[in-house]
């Protein structure tokens, strides 16, 4: 019952983050108060390392971490996978877009259930830049998002592969370990599917 309790106020925390998390980053890291209660992401971290000194465990703090920045990441994805197909027109475009909502909803949810068996806290929402990120995308014209948002996916998916790497080399977390184990070769294929789409976006004439 203690850890049911204690996942339940995790769950608060990242509800109340939802409820005012819709300001700017700027807003948020004015103090040190307001970045907790308006970035997701910061929540959750916080929420964790409270459970992982009361569990005595703090030698997973990376773990924990990554498992924070994975969730959000993995919701970045689908929310632009979304959009991709609102706003796209070249068929590669609206393929990729396609793959990044099926398959990181997967992953999204395999996530949730370690999480929720670990008593893991994740974000129910973007972080702040993320949110930044999505916002100014979804101002673009079609043109303009396809090429912005297929080198976001390069780039974006460089950066995960590093994490996930990490993650499956150094990870204290044998569950997590193997989450990121599985999970490497999946983003590098998307890596070389975004490069693709990337290719065919800046050859268009």
Do not use: R
């Amino acid at each position: 019952m203690k850890n049911v309790l204690k996942f339940l106020s995790g769950i608060v925390i990242i509800a109340a983050a939802s409820c005012s998390g819709s300001g700017s980053k700027g807003t948020a890291d004015t103090d040190s108060t307001a970045n907790y209660s308006s970035n997701s992401t910061d929540a959750a971290m916080d929420s964790n390392e409270k459970e992982l000194k009361a569990k005595g465990s703090t030698e997973l703090k990376a773990d924990y971490e990554y498992a924070v920045k994975a969730a959000n990441g993995g919701l970045m994805e689908v929310e632009l996978g979304k959009l991709a197909q609102q706003k796209a027109v070249t068929p590669q475009v609206l393929e990729f877009g396609k793959m990044m909502v099926t398959d990181h909803s997967k992953a999204n949810t395999e996530l949730k259930g370690i999480a929720a068996a670990k008593f893991i806290t994740l974000p129910a929402i973007l972080s702040n830049d993320l949110q930044k990120d999505y916002d100014d995308m979804a101002k673009l014209g079609k043109a303009e998002f396809e090429k912005a948002y297929t080198d976001y996916m390069v780039k974006d998916h460089k950066e995960d592969i590093e994490e996930f790497q990490k993650e499956a080399k150094d990870g204290k977390d044998t569950v997590l370990k193997a989450f990121a184990t599985k999970h490497v070769p999946i983003l590098q294929h998307h890596l070389e599917m975004a490069q693709h789409a990337s290719d065919v976006v800046k050859n268009k004439k």
